[in-house]
């Protein structure tokens, strides 16, 4: 459907995926009406940033994007209650009711809650948005001993900067490896070792049962000191808005590849969407940045009637552990038929593997060898072939990586 | 294939710094330098440029400082700011060193260094590693510059032709006399740019050059001698023919087909609008297939132009002259670089085919020009490639093409086309471009 220069554009979500239809539709020369809708305050943080910003005096700074980039659209903070796509209207918390002509869903997703005590209705911290970091900074002080439900990016980015104020950090993650589908069980069972070795505890396999005046007790029935439970055990799309309309949800908001839901002029993208996966075709959850910066821009150009279809969301993470470096692209565990390369290195504590089909790159998994991650990922997104060339690259990742980025091959 | 994971659409950069693949030696000069400038010096695993051998070539990566970046869009904390001038920089305060823009970048222009992100910042506007190359392998191309530079040269054009609204073989005409100079002699032919003014009227001219007005089927042969007369003098002079696609691939083709046989010294462009436009919009060897005209109408029993074009640009390249181009005044620079390369060539003619998109006649709102030229070029429908002395390359690489109907849907000439008609379209360009990519591949080889 064409765009016309007069409509409304209604973006409910002000994370980065809100951002990318924001500086998008300002490239596209879009000229009709842009409001957003967040009950968040801003600026606002990314929920990446914040466990960088534990402790940090100058948060401010290092908000996504300062007030004055909201200039020129209207900016209502107030939380959206729900939608009703017959009528065109978003519904908000006091009652008021908005009109749209396309509508934008990028509300994002919350922190999974783990209920603590079954009685008070008790729950374990969790950090998603500026507000719980302030809480969890103000409890970890009078803390010494912390439990971190979860062995993923969060928990773990917790663990390591409570462990830097001198906090005693025991992490229990429920499956049999920390990172689970970042890493494969052997890389996480080097980095564990690593963790270990910097005084942080992980406990595969377990989880709380009860807690009870500073003691807690574990699945396995042992009892640990706990001051403080931090949890961080995955994050839920914040469908609530979509409830009783006909906006097809799974897990997410279900969208196509340019980012419309079932809902004709209603757009999802971001942690709340789900969208088809690049390799199985199957639609999933992809929440990451850059997948959904991508997304945002794929639903911008879409509302402008312009662009390309997405490929596909390709799982891609860099994270730092305690010093380490390591880099999680696509399908890094083989299918039969794939082409793998591997090899770790004791004595430089690096480790690298490549998969490859049919000439064409699959995934990645690299700890503490650099590389250019970006360009890997543009190789899996356009399927560029790369036949007879795996070897050559697996042996030299940064500068092949940098070489395929600036020139023909 | 084009650039591996390279150059994306809308990555458009302003300020670049570029290299001659043939004078890099692979010193790593640039890493010393780019570390003299930011870092420790002579830390080059700190240096936010890699120019060094590698697999027996030489690498050159640097950021490319795109218009819309990548990097900016995913930074967690908003570190990354890209400059009204168009530098994109790292705030080193505030970034927290998470890596998220190094896996986001397309082009390899980021480097994580243990806490912190890091990237060119070009010096401010003075790249060092650009003035320390010492094989003068390295140039900074600033775009605000260039095109200050061609606004500063003499528009040797009249002002008030009376060319249609947006027109843009005027706008190339300007432009190609801005790069040429007074030292010019003019050959306009009838067709748009001889109708609207610049050969003149009565006494005056339309030009601040010697501006000839010749026949439609002499022109190639009446800027030959022109050219032998003033080489007999000892006279260095561009001659330069500025005619529509009607004077070149169908009148004017045999005088100009011998004159390239010859050798004769003349530059040789055509602006190709893809039909008599002047005239009342009639077909032309260069109208494309399926395009609407006056002459191949669209009813009944007309579907628009039943043959294809003729491939006017390769005919030259295959009388192998000096040179033959093509260009689009979508790519400013581009064109720029090749007028001066057939300007240099003195031993034959220089040939140069140029796509001017005609609001009139194609039927598309007049402000759009630039961008149907540019779509032309993306959707390889018109792809920017230039013979040297038998070296065929792509001057603008596009690597994934756009779907050709986005450039068909966007004016009135191709309105009424069939899925069919489209299909043999795309056919047709692949096939063009094809035939152009195994020419480079043979001279890289």
């Given amino acids: 459907m064409a765009f016309r220069k007069s409509e409304k554009v209604v973006l409910i979500g002000n994370s980065h995926a809100a951002v990318a239809v924001i500086e998008t539709l300002r490239r596209e020369g879009f000229q009709g009406h842009l409001t957003l809708v967040?009950?968040?305050?801003?600026?606002?943080?990314?929920p990446t940033a914040l466990p960088y910003l534990f402790g940090g005096r100058e948060k401010g700074s290092?908000?996504?994007r300062p007030v004055e980039f909201y200039h020129g659209l209207s900016v209502i903070q107030e939380k959206a209650v729900s939608i009703d796509p017959d009528r065109s209207q978003v519904i908000l918390e006091s009652g008021a009711k908005l009109h749209y002509d396309r509508l934008v869903l990028a509300t994002g997703a919350s922190a999974a809650p783990v209920v603590l005590d079954a009685a008070s209705g008790d729950q374990a911290l969790t950090l998603r948005r500026a507000?719980?970091?302030?809480?969890i900074e103000k409890r970890a002080k009078r803390s010494r001993k912390i439990l971190i439900l979860g062995g993923g990016l969060i928990g773990l980015h917790l663990a390591k900067v409570l462990s830097g104020k001198g906090k005693e950090v025991l992490v229990l993650e429920l499956k049999d490896q920390i990172l689970p589908g970042l890493v494969h069980r052997e890389l996480s069972g080097l980095l564990i070792d690593h963790?270990?070795?910097?005084?942080?505890?992980?406990?595969l396999g377990s989880s709380i049962k009860r807690i009870h005046d500073h003691e807690a007790v574990l699945s396995s029935g042992e009892s640990v000191g706990a001051d403080l439970v931090l949890a961080a055990v995955g994050i839920r799309p914040n469908v609530e808005i979509v409830r009783e309309t006909n906006v097809a949800v799974r897990e997410g908001i279900l969208v196509n590849e340019r980012m419309e839901t079932s809902v004709n002029r209603v757009y999802g993208c971001g942690d709340v969407a789900e969208c088809r996966d690049f390799f199985t075709g199957r639609s999933r959850l992809n929440p990451n940045v850059i997948s959904a910066a991508e997304q945002g821009k794929r639903a911008a150009e879409s509302i402008m009637g312009k662009g390309e279809p997405h490929p596909g969301v390709i799982s891609i993470n860099t994270f730092r552990c305690m010093g380490w470096n390591l880099f999680s692209l696509g399908r890094f565990e083989p299918d039969t038929g794939d082409q793998m390369l591997e090899e770790l290195s004791e004595e430089t504590g690096s480790f690298k593997r490549l998969v490859f089909r049919e000439g064409t790159m699959k995934g990645m998994l690299l700890l503490n060898c650099p590389a250019d991650g970006g360009v890997y990922y543009n190789l899996i997104r356009r399927q560029v072939p790369l036949r007879g060339m795996e070897e050559r690259i697996f042996g030299d990742p940064l500068r092949w990586g940098k070489r395929l980025a600036q020139k023909r091959i | 294939m084009g650039e591996a994971a390279g150059a994306k659409e809308n990555m458009i950069q302003n300020h670049t710094i570029q290299r001659d693949e043939t004078k890099c030696i692979g010193c790593r000069g640039c890493e010393v330098a780019c570390s003299l400038a930011h870092q420790a010096p002579y830390r080059l695993d700190r240096s936010n440029v890699t120019g060094a051998r590698f697999e027996s070539e030489t690498l050159f990566s640097v950021c490319r400082h795109c218009e819309q970046p990548e990097c900016l869009l995913v930074c967690p904390v908003g570190a990354i700011h890209r400059s009204?001038?168009?530098?994109?920089?790292?705030d080193s305060r505030t970034c927290v060193g998470c890596g998220i823009c190094a896996a986001a970048c397309p082009l390899a222009g980021i480097r994580i260094h243990p806490e912190k992100a890091d990237k060119c910042d070009l010096c401010g506007g003075n790249p060092l590693c650009v003035a320390l190359c010492p094989e003068g392998a390295l140039q900074y191309q600033d775009q605000t510059s260039m095109s200050l530079g061609w606004k500063r040269s003499e528009d040797l054009i009249s002002p008030g032709v009376s060319s249609c609204l947006g027109c843009n073989a005027e706008l190339a005409?300007?432009?190609?006399?801005?790069i040429l100079g007074r030292n010019t002699i003019l050959a306009i032919p009838p067709g748009c740019m001889g109708g609207v003014g610049v050969v003149g009227f009565g006494m005056t001219t339309g030009a601040r050059v010697p501006v000839f007005f010749p026949l439609l089927d002499n022109i190639a042969s009446m800027l030959s001698g022109v050219k032998r007369e003033y080489s007999r003098k000892g006279v260095d002079v561009n001659v330069v023919a500025f005619a529509g696609d009607g004077g070149t691939a169908d009148v004017g083709f045999q005088c100009l087909s011998a004159a390239a046989e010859r050798g004769e010294n003349i530059i040789y462009i055509c602006y190709d609008n893809e039909g008599y436009m002047n005239t009342g919009f009639q077909r032309s060897g260069t109208t494309p297939l399926g395009a609407w005209t006056s002459t191949t109408p669209v009813g009944r029993t007309g579907s628009g132009?039943?043959?294809?074009s003729k491939n006017l640009p390769l005919i030259m390249a295959a009388h192998e002259i000096p040179y033959a181009a093509t260009a689009c005044m979508s790519y400013p620079a581009d064109f720029e670089r090749k007028l001066r390369k057939a300007m240099a060539v003195k031993d034959g003619l220089a040939y140069i085919h140029l796509l001017t998109p005609c609001p009139t006649g194609w039927r598309f709102p007049s402000e759009k020009g630039i961008e149907i030229g540019r779509l032309a070029v993306e959707t390889g429908f018109f792809p920017l490639w230039e013979m040297e002395r038998d070296v065929y390359r792509f001057t603008v690489d596009i690597?994934?093409?756009?779907p050709v109907e986005e450039l068909l849907k966007s004016m009135g000439k191709y309105r009424h086309l069939k899925k069919g008609q489209i299909d043999s379209i795309r056919e047709s360009l692949v096939k063009r471009i094809g035939m152009i990519r195994s020419l480079a591949e043979r001279t890289e080889n």
């Fill in chain 2, 305 to 308: 132009k039943k043959q294809r």
């Fill in chain 2, 84 to 90: 009204s001038a168009g530098i994109v920089k790292i």
């Fill in chain 1, 38 to 46: 967040s009950e968040e305050k801003l600026p606002v943080f990314s």
């Fill in chain 1, 195 to 203: 963790y270990e070795r910097e005084g942080i505890r992980i406990r």
């Fill in chain 1, 62 to 64: 290092r908000c996504l």
């Fill in chain 2, 399 to 402: 690597e994934e093409l756009k």
């Fill in chain 2, 173 to 178: 005409l300007r432009f190609v006399l801005r």
């Fill in chain 1, 131 to 135: 507000p719980d970091l302030e809480r």
